[in-house]
């Protein structure tokens, strides 16, 4: 049985039996059946049933926004603004996914040379709990607009979301088997992989969970798309407009109670505006409203599980025995973790070197540019970077100096349906989004007519 339990309050919300052998392989029939099926409707009726599925996201919002925050404990009104944006995401595609995957005519010495997109078939996503609904909503937009089918292994603590992702495709229209939600246990994900009927794999999580499906994808050469870790800079230059950096980074980092892979983690401060933007930063996130994740005016809520608040506590007070000061909050109460500042972290400390994920930010300092990149990119991460400074022509000279997949000026790192999403180095590969994700798992068939 998978359980979800209400990190704030520890209410049992739901529970849901796993899928025996037989089951699991009825399902992905099913959606092998549906994929011979789908891949042949017109780009029309696709676009029709995402924007269904819009419509849907924006009326029930709410209800929506609700499973959420009881499953893993995000404020609401982050819940409600994240199934907003799952809306757009079926918007985008819906009136984008046709043109970006139209032919793409290539002159050659044939009289006609092309390449044709075509879909690969039933796609399996493995995802995360931290952003439950648009984790996969960013995956299936673009893959059922492409002809492809879905089956959805999700996190063990948010199967409620899970379940109601698979009815609001149904609530659309879109037929049996298109998108599919499975009650699994992560030891049935390598021989699912395996299955003769998928056809490649999107995994949003860990290293090791990353490193694991894609060693079983590659035995059976069949595609992955990684979207790992990170440890994004927030690198804050002395000529940047200081009141205006403190309110993004404050974003950056404690939105979703700290729990983003793409959140600022590395606060690096030139030495000059130390000073100014600590007194503003520190006075602006101890004025963030902890307390109920169902209140409207909640702005840091609860971790998702205990064991993770442990884990977070750990890094702070290991970071704290090797020199670093906890100049605001630091505690930990079951799932609660006070929003915490660490100055005077240094490159080895875990705080700096780790994925901290929840409301821990550590401060580090510098004094050139060179000195700036050179900490931002001493980390096996590479999903994004932010940098802050009103000069944009000293941005762009910086801009291929860092090791990432985005760099976003005077702005926090965030995935948009428009821009590819993805990252480098231990972050993993491939792309989200945009006409580059859209195209991930399809084959570029070359074709030549003489």
Same mark, same amino acid.
């Given at each position: 049985?998978?359980?979800?339990?209400?990190?704030?309050?520890?209410?049992?919300?739901?529970?849901?039996?796993?899928?025996?052998?037989?089951?699991?392989?009825?399902?992905?029939?099913?959606?092998?059946?549906?994929?011979?099926?789908?891949?042949?409707?017109?780009?029309?009726?696709?676009?029709?049933?995402?924007?269904?599925?819009?419509?849907?996201?924006?009326?029930?919002?709410?209800? @929506?926004?609700?499973?959420?925050?009881?499953?893993?404990?995000?404020?609401?009104?982050?819940?409600?603004?994240?199934?907003?944006?799952?809306?757009?995401?079926?918007?985008?595609?819906?009136?984008?996914?046709?043109?970006?995957?139209?032919?793409?005519?290539?002159?050659?010495?044939?009289?006609?040379?092309?390449? @044709? @997109?075509?879909?690969?078939?039933?796609?399996?996503?493995?995802?995360?709990?931290?952003?439950?609904?648009?984790?996969?909503?960013?995956?299936?937009?673009?893959?059922?607009?492409?002809?492809?089918?879905?089956?959805?292994?999700?996190?063990?603590?948010?199967?409620?979301?899970?379940?109601?992702?698979?009815?609001?495709?149904?609530?659309?229209?879109?037929?049996?088997?298109?998108?599919?939600?499975?009650?699994?246990?992560?030891?049935?994900?390598?021989?699912?992989?395996?299955?003769?009927?998928?056809?490649?794999?999107?995994?949003?999580?860990?290293?090791?969970?990353?490193?694991?499906?894609?060693?079983?994808?590659?035995?059976?050469?069949?595609?992955?798309?990684?979207?790992?870790?990170?440890?994004?800079?927030?690198?804050?230059?002395?000529?940047?407009?200081?009141?205006?950096?403190?309110?993004?980074?404050?974003?950056?980092?404690?939105?979703?109670?700290?729990?983003?892979?793409?959140?600022?983690?590395?606060?690096?401060?030139?030495?000059?505006?130390?000073?100014?933007?600590?007194?503003?930063?520190?006075?602006?996130?101890?004025?963030?409203?902890?307390?109920?994740?169902?209140?409207?005016?909640?702005?840091?809520?609860?971790?998702?599980?205990?064991?993770?608040?442990?884990?977070?506590?750990?890094?702070?007070?290991?970071?704290?025995?090797?020199?670093?000061?906890?100049?605001?909050?630091?505690?930990?109460?079951?799932? @609660?973790?006070?929003?915490?500042?660490?100055?005077?972290?240094?490159?080895?400390?875990?705080?700096?070197?780790?994925?901290?994920?929840?409301?821990?930010?550590?401060?580090?300092?510098?004094?050139?540019?060179?000195?700036?990149?050179?900490?931002?990119?001493?980390?096996?991460?590479?999903?994004?970077?932010?940098?802050?400074?009103?000069?944009?022509?000293?941005?762009?000279?910086?801009?291929?100096?860092?090791?990432?997949?985005?760099?976003?000026?005077?702005?926090?790192?965030?995935?948009?349906?428009?821009?590819?999403?993805?990252?480098?180095?231990?972050?993993?590969?491939?792309?989200?989004?945009?006409?580059?994700?859209?195209?991930?798992?399809?084959?570029?068939?070359?074709?030549?007519?003489?």
């Amino acid at each position: 049985m998978k359980t979800s339990i209400n990190p704030y309050n520890g209410e049992k919300l739901h529970s849901f039996k796993e899928l025996n052998n037989k089951e699991l392989h009825s399902k992905v029939k099913l959606s092998h059946e549906c994929y011979l099926k789908w891949k042949k409707t017109f780009f029309e009726e696709r676009s029709e049933l995402l924007l269904n599925t819009a419509r849907e996201l924006k009326a029930q919002a709410r209800k @929506y926004g609700e499973i959420i925050t009881k499953e893993m404990g995000k404020p609401i009104t982050q819940s409600v603004a994240e199934v907003e944006k799952c809306a757009w995401v079926c918007e985008y595609y819906a009136e984008h996914g046709k043109k970006q995957l139209e032919e793409e005519n290539i002159k050659t010495d044939a009289s006609e040379s092309y390449v @044709y @997109y075509e879909p690969l078939g039933v796609i399996l996503a493995v995802m995360p709990w931290n952003y439950p609904f648009w984790q996969v909503f960013r995956f299936a937009a673009p893959n059922l607009m492409a002809g492809n089918v879905g089956v959805l292994k999700h996190a063990s603590n948010v199967m409620k979301s899970a379940q109601m992702i698979q009815e609001i495709f149904t609530l659309a229209g879109f037929p049996e088997g298109c998108f599919q939600n499975l009650v699994l246990s992560s030891d049935k994900i390598a021989p699912l992989i395996e299955h003769e009927h998928i056809k490649a794999v999107t995994l949003t999580g860990s290293k090791p969970a990353g490193a694991s499906v894609a060693s079983k994808a590659g035995e059976h050469i069949k595609k992955t798309v990684l979207e790992l870790g990170g440890s994004n800079a927030l690198i804050v230059f002395e000529d940047a407009d200081i009141d205006a950096a403190v309110t993004t980074c404050l974003n950056a980092r404690f939105q979703n109670t700290g729990q983003s892979c793409i959140a600022g983690k590395r606060l690096l401060l030139h030495t000059v505006i130390k000073d100014d933007f600590l007194e503003k930063f520190v006075t602006q996130v101890s004025e963030l409203k902890s307390g109920d994740p169902m209140d409207d005016d909640t702005y840091i809520g609860v971790l998702a599980r205990e064991d993770l608040a442990k884990d977070l506590e750990e890094q702070v007070n290991d970071s704290v025995a090797m020199g670093a000061t906890v100049i605001l909050g630091g505690k930990r109460a079951g799932t @609660y973790f006070e929003p915490t500042i660490l100055c005077d972290v240094s490159p080895k400390m875990p705080v700096f070197y780790q994925e901290t994920f929840g409301p821990v930010i550590g401060v580090t300092t510098f004094s050139t540019d060179e000195e700036a990149v050179s900490l931002s990119n001493a980390s096996d991460f590479g999903l994004g970077v932010s940098i802050f400074t009103k000069d944009r022509e000293r941005a762009k000279k910086l801009i291929p100096q860092f090791d990432e997949g985005a760099v976003f000026v005077n702005e926090l790192v965030k995935s948009d349906p428009r821009l590819p999403f993805g990252g480098v180095k231990i972050s993993g590969y491939g792309r989200e989004l945009s006409s580059h994700g859209i195209k991930e798992f399809m084959n570029k068939k070359t074709v030549y007519i003489q």
